[in-house]
């Protein structure tokens, strides 16, 4: 085996003498004095998920921005979807392989929603009106969103709906007031709002989009309590007890209707109410997947075996992070399903991890996000990760750098702008740091970092490996360095357990000052600047 050495030159207060017998001679070249240091080791051999996709929400403003003239809207769709490289080989977009679409409820179709006046960006069309007829051209902007990642050449869909329409709730709003403490939907419109369903997502599979899962409950866990006036976006409580009487319902009507895409849930709300928790609408894989359970669902056959989160507030501390994710992996491999991560954005204050605001730079809320992105996939095993949201327009303090991947401002405030800017944010480079290398089918294997164990490597820095492609030869290692150091990468078993075309990887960093910027290491002069993101590709030999 290769083996990389550091020398350690001990030196003592003893007189060398000529003459003296070698027994008491101190020879500092002497080879009980070498301290071996290994490098970092990849196992390519013992490997882990499959990656499925990395994705982003449009959330429920890519219904503007999608209805802007094309100069502006063509910008913000090859930032998030396109593959392609400029003329120096740095890559153009992220490469998105999933996006996340919203099924609106209705409220932008209402006379009175409900909603605070300042948040209108997040009022909804709704494709069916309370007639029972269906109007196709709404939603025009999340449309154009959807057609445009298709061009680029995006193969998977996932559609989700914060609320039944307005009509078929229980207070004619589609969030939750105080006199609706579970789901807000009447029980006799469980079938239309799975009939509402079904043929939303049939309309778009017969469009020739490929709707991977539809997700009818989103956040369960949270109050979404609003006075009528105040409200902010949609969303509804429900019990465990009403998803799984709803799920079976939308089952059967997917089946009768032929459509393809599979029911996900849960949505969670934060990653342990997966796993754990006490009350009705907690510890759901538990709850729906164990065949003991009064709403057992597990066997329905167009339920998805993907697991959906969200990782806002699960990183309170280090410790915490890693806690969950681990018990929510092994709480998922038992009964034989995969997480996916479906939402996350800054929220709350764990991202600032002692500092405050005005200390950090905008490459700190990247490398935030990344430590997530990394902690999800090594730690909690995600086949799918995807941001929250895509855009956002919120300027206020040092939101511009938590909540977006691209800024948007229209040249109005109001729902009647015709355009606006757009201006892209760290966040999206460094999410392209995974995006745009790890592809679909991809396979996570194993790095051994000698010098730091779980809880140091996620505070400082952090190293995964991703094999596949085409030919099965694609080599991807995404490096996060959190130090205030450059760091030499010494690869262990370089020349023995792998080697790679050249000796040479593509690397490209997102740091202060470049996004994706594209450069060449050889293998053993592997640098990884401070305070960046190095995504490092090369074909196998």
């Known amino acids: 085996m290769l083996r990389l050495y550091k020398y350690v030159l001990v030196f003592t207060n003893v007189a060398l003498f000529m003459g003296c017998s070698s027994d008491n001679a ?21 490997t882990y998920q499959v990656i499925d996709h990395f994705g982003a929400s449009g959330g429920f403003q890519d219904q503007w921005v999608g209805k802007w003239p094309d100069a502006s809207r063509n910008k913000v769709a090859k930032w998030l979807f ?43 069309e709704c494709y069916l009106a309370p007639d029972g007829t269906y109007d196709w051209n709404k939603q025009e902007g999340q449309r154009w969103f959807m057609s445009k990642a298709k061009e680029y050449g995006v193969d998977k869909f996932t559609a989700w709906t914060g609320s039944p329409p307005y009509f078929m709730t229980k207070n004619g709003y589609v969030f939750s007031t105080a006199e609706v403490p579970t ?45 009528v006036g105040e409200a902010q976006q949609s969303g509804t409580r429900a019990t465990n007890g009403e998803v799984a009487t709803v799920t079976r319902i939308i089952d059967g009507v997917f089946a009768q209707k032929g459509v393809n895409a599979k029911i996900m849930i849960p949505e969670a709300a934060q990653l ?25 669902i597990g066997d329905l056959d167009n339920l998805s075996k993907h697991i959906a989160g969200h990782s806002y507030f ?87 750098y938590r909540f977006n991947l691209v800024l948007w401002a229209p040249n109005s405030n109001g729902p009647s702008h015709t355009d606006g800017t757009v201006s892209d944010n760290k966040l999206l480079w460094a999410l392209g740091n995974f995006s745009r290398f790890i592809r679909p089918g991809m396979v996570r294997f194993e790095i051994n970092d000698p010098d730091y164990s779980d809880n140091a490597s996620v505070e400082n820095f952090m190293i995964s490996g991703y094999k596949g492609g085409a030919s099965n030869k694609d080599l991807v290692i995404v490096c996060i360095n959190n130090t205030d150091s450059t760091r030499r990468i010494s690869f262990e078993n370089y020349g023995v357990d792998f080697e790679v075309v050249n000796d040479t990887f593509e690397a490209f960093t997102t740091s202060s000052g470049t996004n994706l910027k594209k450069s060449t290491m050889q293998y053993d002069g592997v640098d990884i600047p401070r305070k960046s993101i190095v995504t490092l590709k090369a074909v196998l030999k």
């Open 272 to 296: 342990k109410y997966l796993f754990e928790g006490s009350n009705n609408r907690e510890d759901q894989v538990n709850d729906f997947f164990n065949t003991s359970s009064s709403n057992y």
């Open 183 to 227: 789901f807000n939907c009447e029980p006799d419109k469980y079938d239309d709002f799975a009939n509402f369903l079904a043929d939303v997502v049939k309309k778009y599979e017969d469009d020739g989009y490929n709707i991977t899962t539809v997700c009818p409950f989103n956040e369960t866990q949270y109050e979404w309590n609003a006075t």
């Open 26 to 46: 101190t020879d500092p070249n002497d080879p009980k004095f070498e301290v071996p240091q290994d490098g970092i080791s990849l196992n390519l051999n013992t």
């Open 314 to 400: 699960s990183n309170g501390t280090t410790s915490e992070s890693l806690r969950q994710r681990k018990s929510l992996k092994t709480t998922v491999e038992s009964y034989g399903l995969d997480y996916w991560q479906t939402e996350y954005s800054l929220l709350g204050t764990a991202y600032l991890n002692g500092r405050e605001a005005s200390d950090l730079s905008e490459i700190d809320y990247a490398l935030w996000m990344s430590r997530i992105i990394h902690t999800d996939l090594v730690f909690g095993n995600a086949t799918g990760w995807s941001f929250w949201t895509a855009l956002n327009r919120s300027t206020f303090g040092d939101h511009r």
């Open 82 to 124: 396109s593959t392609e490289t400029n003329a120096l080989g740095d890559p153009e977009g992220i490469g998105l392989s999933l996006w996340r679409t919203i099924i609106g409820e209705g409220s932008a179709d209402q006379v009175n929603s409900g909603f605070k006046a300042s948040n209108w960006f997040r009022e909804m």
